[in-house]
């Protein structure tokens, strides 16, 4: 099988998934149907897009190789995913947020996922994870959400695009450095967004308090974890990498699913940047701070012990 038709082949199934998630949750679990169900399906079919073309003008690349290898991997990336993102969804550590925010350290698993096993195996295990992990919440779907997710995992991967791992990784620090000032400063100017789950029946305060600047600050407090990352482990370069990628993926992954609700939610540009990136995507960098170098150097030590 040609790779162009293993990949294809794979986004297809990851619609089939949405699509067949999406009928369960409404026909058999009972759950309202999705607001907006065409828009959300609009943008998944450009979450989709996006990794083709990507594919596409980079398909000499022996990253994109789907065997059953990769095939293995993706069922187990998006198992763990899964259950973790069941287990973290909104029932243990809820974020102020304008939308249900979660703290989801299992972010780093689509990360590591992609990073060592490839752009589409990252993809699908963000993707398929999300989209069941929020099936066994039964709190309903967001498929964007899902697709940012994939994202995640996909962009994390595109780190194997270069022999010299430490090509470019300056450059993604300014990037990111840039997307994490302009979010902040966005903040600074309307910080007086609500936040529409803040709930206090004692004080009859229901939706109508401002996002906490803890809240606010933990996406440039993930960012400057992530530096210092990428500094103190320059002479281990999978793990500078792997966090430096992973910060990208994440920026670029939750900012498409944040802004995808400007569309799907009527949402203005502040509020999805107040009330659902930053409160998503901050904590997301500081879990990858911390967590994604403990499995990349677990995974690397199990490598050389195996002597793969």
């Known amino acids: 099988m040609s790779r162009s038709v293993s990949v294809f082949l794979a986004l297809v199934i990851v619609l089939a998934i949405f699509l067949g998630t999406t009928w369960y949750v409404s026909n058999v679990q009972g759950l309202d149907p999705l607001s907006n169900p065409l828009m959300r399906l609009i943008f998944v079919i450009i979450g989709l897009l996006i990794v083709f073309v990507v594919y596409f003008f980079t398909r000499e690349s022996e990253i994109w190789q789907v065997g059953t290898r990769e095939v293995v991997y993706m069922a187990i990336g998006a198992a763990l995913y899964a259950i973790f993102s069941y287990l973290f969804n909104g029932t243990v550590f809820v974020v102020p947020s304008v939308s249900q925010v979660a703290l989801r350290p299992a972010i ?16 699908f295990t963000g993707a398929v994870g999300n989209m069941f992990g929020d099936a066994l919440t039964g709190f309903g779907l967001s498929p964007q959400w899902s697709i940012g997710n994939g994202l995640v995992g996909f962009i994390a991967g595109l780190a194997l695009l270069f022999p ?21 400063a966005i903040y600074l100017i309307n910080r007086k967004i609500p936040n529409m789950l803040f709930f206090d029946p004692a004080n009859n305060i229901f939706g109508d308090a401002t996002i906490t600047m803890i809240a606010a600050l933990t996406l440039l407090i993930g960012f400057l974890l992530v530096v210092a990352v990428r500094f103190i482990f320059r002479e281990n370069i999978d793990v500078a990498a792997a966090v430096t990628w992973g910060m990208l993926g994440n ?21 999805v940047i107040v009330g659902e990136f930053i409160p998503a995507a901050g904590p997301n960098l500081i879990f990858a701070a911390i967590l994604l170098p403990i499995l990349v150097v677990a995974y690397a ?5 195996s002597g793969r």
């Open 108 to 123: 780093v698993i689509p990360m590591f996922f992609g990073y060592a096993f490839g752009p589409v195996v990252g993809f």
């Open 251 to 271: 920026l670029l992954g939750i900012g498409f699913a944040a802004l995808s609700d400007i569309w799907i939610n009527g949402f203005t540009l502040p509020v």
């Open 301 to 305: 030590a199990v490598r050389k012990q």
């Open 164 to 184: 010299d791992k430490r090509k470019g990784l300056n450059t993604i620090l300014w990037i990111g450095a840039a997307i994490t000032l302009i979010a902040t």
